[in-house]
């Protein structure tokens, strides 16, 4: 495993760095993190050579990366406003009482976590949808990321559940804290979206502060590194003989890109930019025009493109 490095946010004196939209994380996190991500927007289809029979698109990356420092830095980015602080408190107090209660219970720390990480991504949709029909014009693109991220924080519970069981204990504690969050985040979505999503930006540098964690209790072997659950195998396209730290390291690089994205459009609605299109992760680095925009460019959006390759048929205008 990598050595860990010390959290801090990346700073660069040039231009480009601070014209950068991800300009808290290196240039080669962004490109490392978006690519780890890029499967999961991907079409696959049966392939019998491939492992698991699906093959993805683009390939696996490599554990090598998922090591890489670039990945395992703990990438903050600093509070800027009073809003930015309380969110920060408030992961802080929260983070606190997780490992109070779970403490070396990593496996259950993960289940538990991931039942509230899956929250902010449906809640933060349906307040765009209903925004976007409330205010009669588009959206620009940002529904189906974070309808996207609340699925992938659901495919993650999914996952673990392959792995560990929670106590009758835990899921009281779970139903509790689900009730309480969907509540206070939507509530919070509605007065600041911005401080909405600078708090789950913050949350998930605490998942990732927690995956670490977990992976350093493997490597010590504290925690048997068993073999992945199936499930885990079919979603990451992971070979048959890939074991429990493989899977974490692919979840890990998860949380990064929901930690930066969600930073993103908190970025978005502090610059009254709310309405321009979210930049995904590595369009920067990588030089590739945004999908949303392309797709709004030609009149055709990424959801056009899927419904055509399933044989669907669509109307004139495809993007959101």
């Known amino acids: 495993m990598a050595p860990t490095l010390a959290s801090r946010p990346?700073?660069?004196?040039?231009?480009?760095?601070?014209?950068?939209?991800y300009h808290w994380v290196e240039p080669e996190a962004e490109r490392l993190i978006a690519r780890a991500y890029a499967r999961h927007r991907q079409l696959a289809q049966r392939d019998a050579v491939s492992p698991n029979g699906w093959?993805?698109?683009?390939?696996?990356?490599?554990?090598?990366?998922l090591e890489s420092p670039a990945i395992e830095q703990e990438y903050h980015y600093p509070p800027k406003t009073r809003g930015d602080r309380i969110a920060k408190k408030l992961v802080d107090y929260g983070e606190k009482l997780m490992h109070l209660f779970?403490?070396?219970?990593?496996d259950h720390h993960a289940v538990t976590l991931e039942t509230v990480a899956a929250v902010p991504g449906?809640?933060?949709?349906?307040?765009r949808h209903l925004r976007s029909l409330r205010c009669m014009k588009r959206d620009h693109g940002w529904i189906n990321p974070l309808q996207e991220e609340a699925e992938n924080e659901r495919m993650h519970l999914l996952i673990w559940m392959q792995h560990t069981?929670?106590?009758?204990?835990?899921?009281?504690?779970?139903?509790?804290?689900?009730?309480?969050?969907?509540a206070a985040y939507s509530v919070l979505m509605y007065l600041s979206p911005r401080t909405a999503h600078r708090t789950v930006g913050y949350l998930e540098e605490a998942a990732h502060r927690a995956y670490t964690d977990y992976l350093r209790a493997v490597d010590s072997g504290a925690i048997p590194n068993v073999p992945a659950g199936e499930i885990?195998?079919?979603y990451y396209s992971l070979p048959d003989d890939a074991k429990l730290r493989d899977v974490i390291l692919h979840?890990?690089?998860?949380?990064?890109?929901?930690?930066?994205?969600?930073?993103?459009?908190s970025d978005l609605y502090d610059a009254k930019e709310e309405d321009e299109f979210p930049t995904k992760m590595g369009e920067e680095v990588e030089g590739k025009p945004s999908e949303a925009k392309e797709g709004a460019s030609s009149g055709v959006g990424r959801a056009s493109v899927v419904m055509a390759a399933s044989g669907k048929k669509t109307g004139p205008d495809g993007a959101q």
């Open 55 to 65: 093959k993805s698109f683009p390939p696996s990356i490599s554990i090598a990366d």
């Open 102 to 106: 779970f403490r070396e219970k990593y």
């Open 232 to 234: 885990a195998k079919k």
């Open 122 to 127: 449906v809640v933060g949709a349906a307040h």
């Open 251 to 265: 979840v890990r690089a998860d949380e990064c890109m929901h930690r930066d994205f969600n930073h993103h459009l």
């Open 10 to 21: 990346f700073s660069s004196s040039s231009d480009a760095a601070r014209d950068r939209r």
């Open 165 to 182: 069981k929670p106590t009758g204990i835990e899921r009281a504690f779970v139903i509790m804290a689900q009730g309480i969050y969907v």
